[in-house]
């Protein structure tokens, strides 16, 4: 059986989780399921600034930029009750286990992405190698690529599948793992993801509930605050320090700031 449902809260989740058995793998997605970076901090910086950084700098200027941002952030959980939650999951002996695009290797001012993810779930609670433990961290080699050191990792309890589909790669984990659930229950905010694993459950005759997690896409404003986008990346040029959605509007009522004109960073 083969089954996508839309959840917008942690109300309509709980009843799903807590219904699942020992034969029952729950995968997490990370980014506005367990943890949020502000409402509509990053949604400004994608679309109003996104293409602009992409036309003025290369490659290497462009994952420092991004860096930044991510490593000043402000993160919080999407709902607290999700860590909790997970703990009670792992208590019962449920497996669980975390899958999220997010490349691993040195990106900008970040040594390790991974290492920098998985610090950041300890950091709120999310302790995912209580499901694997004694599991030792590797790469997953058939997706190995010549030419680039882009590749699925598995470590304390996370799968990290960039530059590949999760589906396939959670395909090739459970493969080498030996592991054949009964069931497998997948929570993502983006529904290609969970089409993605769904294909991969459906080709090996898995039970398969995902659950396309909408909690955060309802709750971004329609439209955005060009003034604060502004403010924040002329302050990101200037300092290399990003400003909040919070901390810049609160700059804005002080100063009563209206615009701010964009400066080219010094990059290393």
Same mark, same amino acid.
């Given at each position: 059986? /083969? ?42 910086? =994608? ?21 930044? /941002? ?51 779930? =300890? ?59 009964? =069931? ?21 005759? /898995? ?62």
């Amino acid at each position: 059986m /083969i089954k996508v449902l839309k959840i917008p809260s942690f109300e309509h989740l709980e009843p799903l989780l807590l219904s699942a058995n020992r034969d029952t793998l729950i995968v997490f997605d990370i980014d506005d399921v367990l943890l949020k970076s502000g409402v509509d901090l990053l949604l400004n910086f =994608k679309k109003y600034l996104y293409k602009k950084i992409r036309s003025e700098f290369d490659e290497k200027n462009t994952s420092f930029i991004y860096s930044i /941002i991510y490593s000043q952030r402000k993160t919080d959980h999407v709902d607290y009750r999700m860590c909790s939650l997970l703990s009670e999951l792992q208590n019962k002996n449920i497996s669980v286990l975390g899958l999220t695009c997010c490349y691993t290797k040195t990106f900008g001012v970040i040594p390790s992405l991974r290492e920098w993810r998985l610090d950041e779930l =300890k950091s709120f609670g999310y302790f995912f190698e209580r499901s694997w433990l004694q599991e030792e961290a590797f790469v997953l080699e058939e997706f190995v690529t010549p030419g680039s050191d882009a590749c699925p990792e598995f470590k304390d309890g996370v799968l990290f599948s960039y530059p590949q589909q999760k589906g396939a790669v959670l395909g090739s984990f459970l493969k080498r793992k030996n592991l054949s659930p009964k =069931k497998i229950i997948f929570i993502d905010d983006r529904k290609d993801n969970v089409k993605s694993v769904a294909r991969f459950a459906r080709e090996y005759g /898995i039970d398969f509930v995902g659950v396309w997690f909408t909690k955060i896409a309802e709750a971004l404003p329609l439209g955005f605050n060009k003034n604060i986008a502004s403010l924040q990346l002329s302050t990101l040029f200037a300092d290399r320090v990003w400003l909040s959605d919070h901390e810049a509007i609160e700059i804005i009522n002080k100063n009563n700031v209206k615009k701010c004109a964009f400066s080219k960073p010094s990059c290393p």
